[in-house]
């Protein structure tokens, strides 16, 4: 089997946000839970294995009702969005974190000035 180049792209980056993924829930960070690990595999795996067997594509794209080969294009989409999605996710995980430190930290000096 021949790798083109987006297939292997596509593995490495989806290899790398399943192992992330699995990094930041056995380290127990916060927002870290075996659903979002379970999504996150089910996601990425599933792009692993579009790359892997495109026509896999043709087969879910005629159980749906459509049809056409332009799966390259779609698959390097739909990667693009995900990724995104998931840094975006993320960040605002991470700053809602911060915020409600900021948040705790003010409350805690505030009630000591008080006393």
Do not use: C
Not at 77 to 91: C, E, N, V
Not at 108 to 114: A, L, P, Y
Request: glycine letters at 6%; hydrophobic letters at 55%.
């Amino acid at each position: 089997m021949q790798l083109h180049l987006y297939q292997f792209i596509v593995i490495l980056v989806s290899s790398s946000m399943i192992y992330s993924g699995i990094v930041n829930f056995v380290k127990g960070k916060t927002g870290q839970n075996f659903y979002k690990l379970s999504i996150r595999f089910f996601v990425w795996g599933g792009m692993i294995l579009i790359a892997l067997f495109p026509s896999f594509t043709n087969i879910m794209a005629r159980v749906i009702g459509l049809e056409g080969n332009i799966n390259a294009v779609i698959l390097a989409g739909f990667l693009l969005i995900f990724l995104m999605i998931f840094k975006l996710l993320s960040a605002i995980e991470r700053l809602e974190q911060q915020m409600t430190e900021i948040v705790r930290k003010k409350t805690i000096d505030e009630s000591k000035i008080k006393q």
